[in-house]
Nanobody, 111 residues
Framework: QVQLVESGGGLVHAGGSLTLSCAAS????????MYWYRQAPGKERELLAS???????NYADSVKGRFTISRDNAKNTLYLQMNSLKPEDTAVYYC?????WGRGTQVTVSS
């Protein structure tokens, strides 16, 4: 059974950048679509980006042009490059593969 562990979160000033990673273990990610979500305090979990098994990405309007999703199947890892970060990007960020979720990584953007 696959397990997912996110990393790369932290505190950054507005306008800064972070790259999140989601490392999968226990099973290969090949053949699966993968997803990034976030959840801010008091808000519902929001789908940010997806990437299919062929590497084709899709983005929510809220992050289009600022965030880039990518995957490295050889490393069994999903990435989210986040640029031009805003205070409203502050949230816990989660990755998902099929029905499995990671535990999340906190991103805090200061103004």
């Amino acid at each position: 059974q696959v397990q997912l562990v996110e990393s790369g979160g932290g505190l950054v000033h507005a306008g800064g950048s972070l790259t999140l990673s989601c490392a999968a273990s226990g099973s290969s990610v090949i053949g699966y679509g993968m997803y990034w979500y976030r959840q801010a305090p008091g808000k519902e979990r929001e789908l940010l980006a997806s990437i299919n098994s062929g590497g084709i990405p899709n983005y929510a309007d809220s992050v289009k042009g600022r965030f880039t999703i990518s995957r490295d199947n050889a490393k069994n890892t999903l990435y989210l490059q986040m640029n031009s970060l805003k205070p409203e990007d502050t949230a816990v960020y989660y990755c998902r593969l099929d029905l499995t979720w990671g535990r999340g990584t906190q991103v805090t953007v200061s103004s």
